[in-house]
């Protein structure tokens, strides 16, 4: 069983920045793939960012592409999602979430074992 605790959320202005942090429980964190999804009011969890296992692979959805950028701690067992420029449409609820085994590509919901509760991410405008 592997938890995962995001934090990090707030609010803050449009063109401002946060940075959320997931820390996951486990003495096998490397082994995991990575990733962060969000999920605004009303509509469905989207893929933001992920990280490969070896952290050589960090796909990205298009909307996010340099602004955000995921990275990886694993002696803190800890992965990272620095957003910048944020805008108001990116209110959502971020979750990070963690891959067990390769089944699935990185930016598909169905390729998660394990997801957090979430933090909140309100940019307002």
Known sequence: QVQLVE???GLVQA???L???CAASGRTFSS???AWF???PGKERDFVAGMSRSGSITPY???VKGR???SRDNAKNTVYLQMDSLRPEETAVYYCAAEVQSRWPLTTSRAYDYW???TQVTVSS
């Open 38 to 40: 969000r999920q605004a």
């Open 32 to 34: 995991y793939a990575m």
């Open 68 to 70: 955000f950028t995921i």
């Open 116 to 118: 957090g509760q979430g």
């Open 7 to 9: 934090s990090g959320g």
């Open 19 to 21: 940075r959320l942090s």
């Open 61 to 63: 959805a298009d909307s």
């Open 15 to 17: 063109g401002g920045s």
